[in-house]
């Protein structure tokens, strides 16, 4: 019974430098999201992903920022030419379908120098 | 904005006492759930409500939901060190959104003390 999993677990890039995040969602659940948590904050919905359909890329902040999940199961969140308020833990959740209940992986630490 | 605000900011405790956490939010909801998050980790869901329900408990926590006054509540009873993390509450929006995308509020910071 894994859960989402998520890696790497922190990431260090510079100012500039293209990052991939990973996320594993729980096998058979549909529904994959991304978020973004500032600290002190609550997280932010990024992207929505229905299977392997990007139903809603409203909350990505700029066009630097690309999510994909190409067979409906692993998602990637890219960002090109990364900046310092980038710096945010990016968080993935995955849910049997979009009403229920949805379960967060444990994030990637983005630090950009 | 349709994000769940809670309340207090933050709480602090002796262990056994009860814990409340309160949250409103704006717009019609499908659901609403509560979340915990330890220092440095990822959230762990502690338990959803949906708008037809009025109250739901798992173990020591107890949940309550208004949709008249758009409010929840969430009642940690006797509680312990291990409790101590921050508390988001979560909602959906049933119109004008993604189906099943999240708001939260900036979370209450619980500190049991031993």
Redesign the interface.
């Given at each position: 019974g894994a859960g989402v999993s998520q890696s790497p677990r922190y990431k260090v890039a510079k100012r500039g430098q293209d990052v991939a995040l990973r996320c594993d969602p729980i096998s058979g659940h549909v529904?994959l999201?991304w978020?973004q948590q500032a600290l002190?904050?609550?997280?932010?919905?990024l992207t929505?992903f229905q299977n392997e359909a990007q139903?809603?890329k409203?909350g990505l902040p700029s066009d630097r920022f690309f999510a994909e999940r190409p067979e409906g199961s692993v998602s990637t969140l890219k960002i090109q030419r990364t900046q310092q308020e980038d710096s945010a833990v990016y968080?993935c959740?995955s849910?049997l379908?979009?009403?229920?209940?949805?379960?967060?992986?444990?994030?990637t630490?983005l630090t950009v120098t | 904005s349709q994000q769940g605000e809670e309340d207090p900011q933050a709480l602090s405790i002796q262990e056994g006492e009860n814990a409340t956490m309160n949250c409103s939010y704006k717009t019609s909801i499908n659901n609403l759930q509560w979340y915990r998050q330890n220092s440095g980790r990822g959230l762990v869901h502690l338990i959803l409500i949906r708008s037809n329900e009025r109250e739901k408990h798992s173990g020591r926590l107890r949940v309550t939901l208004d949709t008249s006054k758009k409010s929840s509540s969430l009642l940690i009873t006797a509680s312990r060190a291990a409790d101590t993390a921050s508390y988001f509450c979560a909602t959906d929006a049933t119109r004008g959104s993604t189906l099943g995308r999240l708001y939260f509020g900036r979370g209450t910071q619980l500190t049991v003390w031993p």
């Open positions: 529904s999201f978020y002190g904050q609550g997280p932010e919905f929505y139903l809603d409203s968080l959740a849910s379908d979009w009403g229920d209940e949805q379960y967060f992986g444990p994030g630490r | -």
